[in-house]
Structures are given as C-alpha cells and as structure tokens.
C-alpha cells in the first residue's frame, strides 16, 4: 500500500516550457486535490476532483490544468510555465468530503521555473 | 470570508520544555472541521487530529493537546515535553461547506527543538 505517489520528485522548467505532474492513489479514495506550497502562505489549493472525470478550481487555479480520467490518478499540467509558479505542489486524496475525513498527502514535487 | 491565522511563524524552545503553537480562525459556518497537521523535515504532511464545531472537547494523545474554544475562536496545539522528533512546521487548517467542502490552511508555524 504505497498511499499517495507523485511524479517527479524534483523538476527545473525554463518559462514557456509545459508540463504534467503525476499524482496516484491506491486507497479508493473519491475526493483529490492538488495544492501548493509557498514559504509564509501555507498550502493552497489550486484544483480539486470529487470523482472520476470530474474536476473544479480550487483558491489558485490559474496557469493550471487538471484531468481525473481514472479515480486512482489526478493530473496536474502546467501549459506554459512561469516563474511565479516555482513552488512545491502537494497532491492529496481523503476518502470522501474533506469536511469530514482528513487529507492524505504525497511526499510533494519541487518545481523551479527559471 | 474564512480565514485560519497562525501568528508564530517560528518558535524555538529546548528540550523538554513546553510548547503552544497558536491557530485562530474565522468562520462564519456553524458547521466547520479544524485539523492540525505536521511537516518534518522530510517534506510530507501528516494528519494529527480533525475536530468538528459540536465538539469542544478537548483531546490529549501522548504529549500532544488540543484545546478548542469556540468562543475564541481558537484552536491551539500544546506539545508537553518536547523533544527533538518534533521539530517541524506545524499547520492549522479550515474545512467548510461551500457546495462542497473546502479547506483552506494556516500559514505554518515552524517549531525547533534544541537538544
């Protein structure tokens, strides 16, 4: 049972450039999100998914792109990357609302824009 | 609008001693959820404790505490004898209902335990 993975671990882009962040689940969870992470301003959430093939925007969403074709996995793209969006990006899966369960997290991607 | 403020951005302490780590928050929702969680050094956070705005009770596990006070707004976490393990930064978090639920995070307060 490996929880919450994503992929890669560490990633440099140079401004333009696009990408895709990788976030799986092996608990069954409904409910995923994608947040990040910058110093003094703790996590914000940028898009979450309450199921398959459904996705919403979250406090930060744009620059950002996101696709739940399968329950298990949740996409993070970035279609033209800027410096603004260095950060590192937590995925997070709970099993149903977050209201009532908490939020398990993967160990986070380091993204630097240069 | 809903707010969680964490005005330690950074406590140091020693060994052993005790510690609060602050969380205010603000909500006009009669139903919410607070959490704490942790993140050491190696990156991840982990859940500590949820607690729903019924329930004021307060929790102790181990050395960790919490106490909820609604008419404060409060939702502070006390580490009693603390040890170097607990070094980490520390996040209060917000669940609310908005057509779904949401959370929304403290900024983080930064905990150093000296030997």
């Known amino acids: 049972n490996a929880g919450v993975t994503q992929t890669p671990k560490f990633r440099v882009l140079k401004t333009g450039q696009s990408m895709t962040l990788l976030c799986a689940q092996d608990m069954n969870h409904e409910y995923m999100y994608w947040y990040r992470q910058d110093p003094g301003m703790g996590l914000r959430l940028i898009h979450y998914s309450v199921g398959e093939g459904t996705t919403a925007k979250g406090e930060v969403p744009d620059g950002y792109n996101v696709s739940r074709l399968k329950k298990q996995n949740f996409l993070l793209g970035l279609e033209s990357a800027a410096p603004s969006q260095t950060s590192v990006y937590f995925c997070a899966s709970s099993p149903r609302t977050v209201g009532e369960n908490e939020q398990f997290f993967g160990p986070g991607t380091r993204l630097t824009v240069l | 609008a809903q707010k969680v403020t964490q005005a330690q951005t950074e406590i140091s302490v020693v060994e052993k001693e005790d510690v609060t780590l602050d969380c205010v928050y603000e909500t006009r929702d009669t139903t919410y959820y607070l959490f704490w969680y942790k993140q050491p050094p190696s990156g991840e956070l982990v859940f500590l404790i949820r607690?729903?705005?019924?329930?004021?009770q307060n929790e102790i596990s181990g050395r960790y505490s919490w106490n909820f006070q609604k008419s404060t707004s409060s939702f502070n976490f006390t580490i009693t004898a603390s040890q170097v393990v607990d070094s980490a930064v520390y996040f209060c978090a917000l669940s609310y209902y908005t057509g779904g639920f949401k959370t929304i995070f403290g900024a983080g307060t930064r905990l150093f335990v000296k030997a």
């Open positions: 607690r729903n705005s019924f329930d004021e």
